[in-house]
């Protein structure tokens, strides 16, 4: 599991959509984060768990002509 520090002002969907690319581990990162749940906006120096989630790969929309 990975950790990262909130800067000021930061947001978990943020700091979550920046190390995963996606909002869908929301979930697990909240359960792995329960003293962060309250707090909409973070703030600095709080630690936030980043756990280890196999996500499904993004698929790549095809091309259409028309």
């Known amino acids: 599991m990975k950790h990262t520090t909130a800067a000021q002002g930061d947001r978990?969907?943020?700091i979550i959509h920046a190390h995963y690319g996606t909002?869908?581990?929301m979930n697990d990162v909240m359960m792995a984060n329960p003293h962060?749940?309250?707090k909409p906006i973070l703030?600095?120096?709080d630690?936030?768990?980043l756990p280890e989630i196999d996500l499904p790969a993004p698929q790549e929309k095809?091309?259409?002509l028309w």
Request: charged content about 20%.
């Open 47 to 49: 630690m936030v768990s």
């Open 36 to 38: 962060l749940l309250a």
């Open 43 to 45: 703030d600095d120096g």
């Open 23 to 25: 909002l869908d581990a």
């Open 62 to 64: 095809g091309v259409s």
């Open 12 to 14: 978990l969907d943020q």
